[in-house]
């Protein structure tokens, strides 16, 4: 593992353990150059995911731009980001074990949509509002609406 500080290309693993969610390995590194310490994370990756966004093009699939995109959505919303990181684990993993190599775009929106559901409303308009392409407020106060409808009193 390149050393982050001097670029030197051996360092030593001192420390591993799971993460909380156990779907990673955090490992704490020394340099054998510079003797600086650093961490690093291991994901589990199980196959290749390729996106197929709505207009046809492809790219690869990316964890952190979808961990990124559901954090936006429930920035300053009371959603532990440990719950953050299992929703997004969750789905990863049940996209790398669907047996399809290539998913589409909207396929993951849905799942965001039903994690999203599941833990706070506000986070869910919000994801919904870009993945749905709201382009009016009246787009948010319908789909508002049926929120309201199907939240629990």
Do not use: N, W
Not at 40 to 49: D, Y
Not at 91 to 111: C, F
Not at 115 to 135: C, N, Q, T
């Amino acid at each position: 593992m390149r050393c982050p500080f001097c670029g030197h290309d051996d360092s030593q693993v001192k420390d591993s353990r799971p993460t909380e969610d156990g779907a990673a390995i955090r490992r704490r590194r020394q340099c054998e150059g510079c003797a600086a310490r650093f961490t690093t994370f291991e994901r589990i990756q199980l196959r290749e995911l390729t996106v197929v966004k709505s207009e046809g093009r492809r790219e690869p699939f990316d964890r952190d731009k979808l961990l990124r995109s559901v954090s936006v959505a429930a920035r300053k919303r009371p959603i532990d980001p440990v719950r953050l990181e299992k929703l997004v684990s969750g789905i990863q993993r049940r996209l790398e074990t669907s047996g399809d190599s290539e998913v589409s775009a909207e396929r993951i929106g849905g799942m965001v949509m039903d994690g999203l559901k599941g833990l706070d409303s506000v986070a869910y308009i919000r994801f919904a509002s870009v993945y749905r392409d709201f382009s009016e407020a009246r787009d948010f106060e319908a789909f508002a609406g049926t929120v309201k409808e199907a939240a629990p009193e």
